[in-house]
């Protein structure tokens, strides 16, 4: 039975059960620190029902799911099929750094054994055209071998003439196979010009030499021309105290009475050499060159007969 009091107390009145009251009365979960759920327990694998070593897996909240059976041997097998395929990519991956480190030495190789024949073709021309210029022994050909051979080559070709401007050569070192070419520059090794004109030549000069620079059109031009015997004894001088010694002079200057220039009969050209050989082959000019380690200088035809 309820009571009630007067005066505004609290009533203490017990509440009928109902259905509402059950409803709010139902335990809720509990809630961790932060508001979230708690975590799902994982499901705890269990005996199977016969004893055996296998193990049945269920989880709490569905009874009606078929039992997984786990067997020991099939999952030591996994883990060994797993550890087969990691030594198998472990040896691919160490056979293809061998394989890729091999070609990669190979290749510094051949790259250095090119590098070495470049080097014994460089040195041979060179060498080859030093030996066709003023100072050589007009054999180009014997020094281009020789030099291959000092930078561990073979000589396999030269295209070298005493007296050529211009030298090619093939050396060959192992397997590997360079060409080089050198370029020798005869107006820088030229004498510096004596005369301004051609006086003092002999006629049949002058006129071949007239013909030769017109033809040019300004690529050739006089160097030297006719020498008085002072003139030549002051070059022979000066030639002597640079190389120290008469027979080395005498490969530089001709000695006073002895040159072609003092009797008219030789010219020194400048400018294109090369064009100025071909342009008297063509113009068909009384003009050669008698002298190998000077291919500026030229002369009649019949000066030295």
Request: hydrophobic share 40%; charged share 25%.
């Amino acid at each position: 039975m309820a009571r009630s009091t007067r005066g505004g107390a609290h009533c203490r009145c017990r509440p009928r059960p109902g259905r509402g009251w059950e409803r709010r009365q139902k335990p809720r979960p509990r809630r961790c620190r932060g508001g979230r759920h708690p975590e799902r327990r994982r499901p705890q694998r269990r005996r199977a029902p016969d004893g055996s070593s296998q193990f049945a897996a269920r989880r709490a909240d569905s009874a009606d799911r078929p039992v997984v059976q786990l067997d020991r041997a099939s999952c030591r097998r996994h883990y060994e099929d797993r550890g087969s395929v990691s030594v198998l990519l472990t040896s691919v991956t160490v056979a293809l750094a061998l394989i890729f480190g091999g070609y990669a030495s190979r290749l510094s190789a051949a790259a250095t054994l090119q590098a070495r024949a470049q080097l014994a073709a460089d040195a041979a021309s060179l060498a080859a055209v030093a030996e066709s210029g003023p100072y050589g022994g007009a054999s180009p050909e014997a020094v281009a071998r020789r030099f291959a051979r000092s930078n561990g080559g073979h000589l396999l070709r030269c295209w070298c003439e005493p007296g050529a401007t211009s030298v090619q050569v093939v050396v060959e070192v192992g397997d590997a196979v360079a060409e080089a070419r050198a370029v020798l520059d005869p107006a820088a090794l030229a004498p510096a010009p004596t005369t301004s004109g051609a006086g003092g030549l002999h006629p049949l000069l002058e006129s071949a030499l007239e013909r030769l620079i017109d033809a040019a059109g300004g690529s050739v031009w006089l160097n030297s021309g006719y020498r008085s015997t002072e003139r030549q004894t002051e070059l022979w001088r000066q030639a002597l105290a640079k190389y120290g010694s008469p027979e080395r002079a005498d490969d530089w200057v001709a000695r006073p009475g002895e040159s072609m220039h003092g009797r008219g009969l030789a010219v020194d050209l400048g400018g294109d050499i090369a064009a100025a050989v071909r342009l008297i082959a063509r113009l068909h000019l009384p003009l050669h060159r008698p002298l190998p380690n000077e291919p500026w200088h030229f002369e009649l035809i019949s000066a030295r007969r």
